[in-house]
């Protein structure tokens, strides 16, 4: 079966954009973004207001799956770093956790390996956090506990996000 | 799958145009870029050849407004459609909540569709999807064309099931807004059901 829905409680929001501005900041970096693996925005922090972050998140996603799917042409199962080199700023793109993508967009300042280095230790961190979230939505699913927002949602309120 | 975060207070799903090559999914997604506000989207994403050949997907991203105090949004996707570009519309078809299927109404299209469509199943399968389960709607395109199928036959062929359909000229714009009405309607009805 396809993957279980993807839902973003606020304390676990809290302490993922916690960890990503200590990366930030740690990395030496410019932005960062988390990324569902359907291209989804999950975060972002930095000087995200420079760019379009929803392109940017739906691109990504984009290309881990090119990657992804060429990885298993030759037999990988993933290739869980990808690096993009600019003439200014960099993109270093991992995967965390199995399902989510990071994205630390970097330039001189920084460097490859300082940026590698604090990501891998950021991501051990996200993933305890991702995994809790998916065991959380899990639960959920099982108990058909209906806290969900759009329980109650009417044929109107439908026929009102098209007027 | 719709991605629910309860901290920004915001919904997003995603729409997949799918159908074969030349059929007018990148068409319907430019009119609906074109004819909406500028504050309810987002830049629209063409990976396109140098001939305007879809080459990986478009992308769309639109803000609806609000149900329940969330923010509504939805991102819409087409995929390649020259039959060579599988292994690229499977990736694309990754996390989808709902599938628009665009066919091209000519009459020497019609295998050309039916092949797209059992493509679709196909490529849904392998994801652990089941077309008759997803939100699905059908759209019969380039209705002001001469040398066309009746809606009928093409309904025969491409909808068994008898998903809501529409007669449309993407180029014009006639029907875009009603398929893409229809598909966020059937989405939002699946949520409702909390899967």
Known sequence: ?163 | MSFINYASREINCKIVYYGPGLCGKTTNLQFVYNKTAPEAKGKMISLATETERTLFFDFLPLALGEIKGFKTRFHLYTVPGQVFYDASRKLILKGVDGVVFVADSQEERIDANIESLDNLNINLKEQGYDLNRLPFVVQYNKRDLPNIVSVEELRRELNPANVPDFEACATTGEGVFETLKAIAKLILIDLKKGK
Do not use: C, W
């Open chain 1, 1 to 163: 079966m396809p993957s279980p829905q993807m839902v973003m409680y606020e304390d676990e929001y809290k302490k993922i954009n916690h960890i990503i501005e200590k990366l930030l900041r740690e990395a030496n970096s410019k932005v960062i973004f988390l990324v569902d693996k359907n291209g989804q925005l999950i975060s972002g922090v930095g000087e995200t207001e420079r760019f379009d972050t929803t392109s940017l998140a739906s691109l990504t996603a984009g290309n881990i799956a090119a990657t992804g799917g060429l990885a298993k042409l030759i037999g990988e199962k993933e290739f869980s770093i990808l690096f993009h080199e600019g003439e200014k700023d960099n993109l270093h793109i991992s995967i965390v956790g199995g399902r989510v993508i990071l994205v630390v967009l970097f330039d001189s300042r920084s460097s490859l390996g300082l940026v590698r280095l604090r990501v891998k230790k950021a991501s051990e961190e996200l993933t305890a956090i991702f995994d809790g979230l998916l065991k959380r939505a899990e639960e959920k699913e099982k108990s058909s506990d209906s806290e969900f927002p759009f329980a109650e949602i009417t044929d109107d309120d439908i026929d009102n996000l098209f007027r």
